[in-house]
């Protein structure tokens, strides 16, 4: 059984950093590409970053580059999202997700086979 745990989220001010972490079991992962996906109430689930297995391939989406940064440590089958200078805007439950590699479509959220439940990360202003 599939299993992704997200842990780290909570409430932050403005300007803050928080580390996210996503510990994936049950499966190899070793062809799969790992994202994180964010949705604030009322609105869609958002890409916010992706690497695959090797850490090669790193994606991130426009709002977060500079502030963000996705890592993995395969030996723990967990991938990590570090967040700095963290804004009110990054409020919303943060979502782990593992996937086949699609370079064109990663910041789908079809693409993607298995999901975490979810962590909350809440910056204050």
């Known amino acids: 059984q599939v299993q992704l745990v997200e842990s780290g989220g909570g409430l932050v001010q403005a300007g803050g950093s928080l580390r996210l972490s996503c510990a994936a079991s049950g499966r190899t992962f070793s062809n799969y590409i790992m994202g994180w996906f964010r949705q604030a109430p009322g609105q869609e689930r958002e890409f916010v970053a992706a690497?695959?297995?090797?850490?090669?391939?790193?994606f991130y989406t426009n709002s977060v580059k500079g502030r963000v940064t996705i890592s993995r440590d395969n030996a723990k089958n967990t991938v990590y999202l570090q967040m700095n200078s963290l804004k009110p805007e990054d409020t919303a439950v943060y979502f782990c997700?593992?996937?086949?590699?699609?370079?064109?479509?990663?910041?789908?959220?079809?693409?993607?086979?298995?999901w975490g439940q979810g962590t909350q990360v809440t910056v204050s202003s």
């Open positions: 997700a593992a996937g086949p590699l699609n370079v064109v479509r990663t910041a789908v959220p079809d693409t993607y086979d298995y």
């Open positions: 690497i695959n297995w090797s850490g090669n391939k790193i």
